[in-house]
């Protein structure tokens, strides 16, 4: 089992930067894939980035290529979403995924293990 949480999170202007962080605590960390998921109000959870066991395969939908990036630290046992040229239709809370898998789980169903969440909010 896999324990997250979630880190980073804040309040950005237009064009601005911000560095999330996952937590994990647990033994099966560095066999876990990990996603970053967003869910603004009124909307449902929608994935941004996902990473394998080993951080080799990335997954990113089109909202979230050339602007967030997804790597993992497995001796630090701690995911990370950089996220650059935010635009404030980007604020909503984020959330870390885990699962047992050894492949990139694309969907939240997918996953099995959730952190508390971490705002973002992006001014114009």
């Known amino acids: 089992q896999v324990q997250l949480v979630e880190s980073g999170g804040g309040s950005v202007q237009a064009g601005g930067s911000l560095r999330l962080s996952c937590a994990a605590s647990g033994r099966t960390f560095s066999s876990s894939a990990m996603g970053w998921f967003r869910q603004a109000p009124g909307e449902e959870r929608e994935i941004v980035a996902a990473?394998?066991?080993?951080?080799?395969?990335?997954y990113y939908p089109d909202v979230a290529k050339g602007r967030f990036t997804i790597s993992r630290d497995n001796d630090k046992n701690t995911v990370y979403l950089q996220m650059n040229n935010l635009k404030p239709e980007d604020t909503a809370v984020y959330y870390c995924?885990?699962?047992?898998?050894?492949?990139?789980?694309?969907?939240?169903?997918?996953?099995?293990?959730w952190g508390q969440g971490t705002q973002v909010t992006v001014s114009s």
């Open positions: 990473i394998n066991w080993t951080g080799d395969k990335t």
């Open positions: 995924a885990a699962r047992w898998s050894l492949v990139v789980v694309k969907t939240a169903l997918g996953y099995d293990t």
